[in-house]
T-cell receptor, first 112, second 109 residues
Framework: NAGVTQTPKFQVLKTGQSMTLQCAQD?????MYWYRQDPGMGLRLIYY???????DKGEVPNGYNVSRLNKREFSLRLESAAPSQTSVYFC???????????FGNGTRLTVT | QKEVEQNSGPLSVPEGAIASLNCTYS??????FFWYRQYSGKSPELIMF????GDKEDGRFTAQLNKASQYVSLLIRDSQPSDSATYLC?????????FGQGTELSVKP
């Protein structure tokens, strides 16, 4: 019973490098989300996908792109990483927009 | 910009006491309110959620909504050291959950 699976768990990038964070859920949820968490800032929404085929910007979308590959998978891409993107990234899913979120275990990203 | 505000704490209570956590929100149209618990280094886990039509009790936890004053509270009765964690409040807005910055709770034996 995996729930929401994120890969990788840890990543170190140099400034300017690119990478994609992967997220998959096996709960047949319609909606998926990407959040970042910084000390003292709580969780801030980067992008979300209310349903397969749709994506929308959240509170802090600059510097990121997303792809809702299918109903199960939602990836987050950093095209040119910056030190300000050092954070813990959480993927989450829910049955429908606005319903309770189920979180993955997070990806700890460091950009040097 | 919709806002959700929490006192970052830390809030310290003795074991067995009632812990009271509060959260204010700016959008009068919000309909759903959520409380998550997050242990250090772990992902958030849902404690409970309520809709705008009423409060909810689940075991030692009670979530209460004051729509007129735009705040939601979480009461933890008979607090235990295992309740020590950061508690995140979230409010549903436009199909998205917007989180507060979290309140750190410390329960002292």
């Amino acid at each position: 019973n995996a729930g929401v699976t994120q890969t990788p768990k840890f990543q170190v990038l140099k400034t300017g490098q690119s990478m994609t964070l992967q997220c998959a859920q096996d709960m047949n949820h319609n909606s998926m989300y990407w959040y970042r968490q910084d000390p003292g800032m709580g969780l801030r929404l980067i992008y979300y996908s209310a349903s397969e085929g749709t994506t929308d910007k959240g509170e802090v979308p600059n510097g990121y792109n997303v792809s809702r590959l299918n109903k199960r998978e939602f990836s987050l891409r950093l095209e040119s990483a910056a030190p300000s993107q050092t954070s813990v990234y959480f993927c989450a899913s829910s049955e429908a927009p606005g319903s309770p979120l189920h979180f993955g275990n997070g990806t700890r990203l460091t950009v040097t | 910009q919709k806002e959700v505000e929490q006192n970052s704490g830390p809030l310290s209570v003795p074991e067995g006491a009632i812990a009271s956590l509060n959260c204010t929100y700016s959008d009068r149209g919000s309909q759903s309110f959520f409380w998550y618990r997050q242990y250090s280094g772990k992902s958030p886990e849902l404690i409970m959620f309520i809709y705008s039509n009423g409060d909810k009790e689940d075991g030692r936890f009670t979530a209460q909504l004051n729509k007129a004053s735009q705040y939601v509270s979480l009461l933890i009765r008979d607090s235990q050291p295992s309740d020590s964690a950061t508690y995140l409040c979230a409010v549903s807005w436009g199909g998205k959950l917007i989180f507060g910055q979290g309140t750190e709770l410390s329960v002292k034996p």
